[in-house]
């Protein structure tokens, strides 16, 4: 990008996902959300996990008209660094007890070896949630090393350390409007 923009923009080395192609994506994953719950009369939690995927779950949840808990759980799988570590931590757990009455949808702002939603799927099964779904904004599959398919996908996109639009890179370019590919020179200094 050029100069005299701020630095938050100068990392990027090009915009993956612009903001109307973000828009465009929840309008579909909206619908197709909308007519996978709509005969259901069980309760609807969307679990967000934090904190990449607040700005997508914000967008996505004012398209939703049918009725919708809201719950966040902090599960990381990443340090400050663009390797995943294999394990998954969970710092926010879900506080529910009637999981066996309800159809649970997983907000995630990335899909990458697939660990972390494999895991935690698996987990909130085994919990008895009466149905697990994910929905991902992004997916790389090319990286995959479990055998994981998000339910409701945004988009597929290559292997590249991506920021902005809540997905960060040691904490900073989260509040970018769009998703970004990050200048390999920022985390290989
Ligand atoms: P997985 O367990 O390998 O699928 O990793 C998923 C998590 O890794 C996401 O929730 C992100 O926090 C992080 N992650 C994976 N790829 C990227 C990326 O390109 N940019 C920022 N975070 C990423
Ligand atoms: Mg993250």
Redo the contacts with the bound molecule.
Sequence with gaps: MENNVPALYNDCASILVSQQEIAAICDRLAAEIQDTYKDSNRRLVMVV?LK??MPFAAELMKRLTLPLELEFMK????GAG?K?SGE?KISLDLKRDDLQDIDLLVV????????????LTQLLKNRNAHSVRTCTL?D?PS???VD?IPDFCGTA?PD????GFG???DEKYRNLPFVGV?KREVYEK
Excluded at 75 to 78: A, F, G, R
Excluded at 108 to 119: A, H, K, M, N
């Design positions: 996990i990449g995927s599960v990381s799988s990443y663009t995943t998954i995630e702002d990335i899909v990458d070896s697939g660990r972390t939603l494999f895991r992004l790389k990286r995959r090393e994981f996109i590249e350390f991506v920021i997905l960060d890179y990050l």
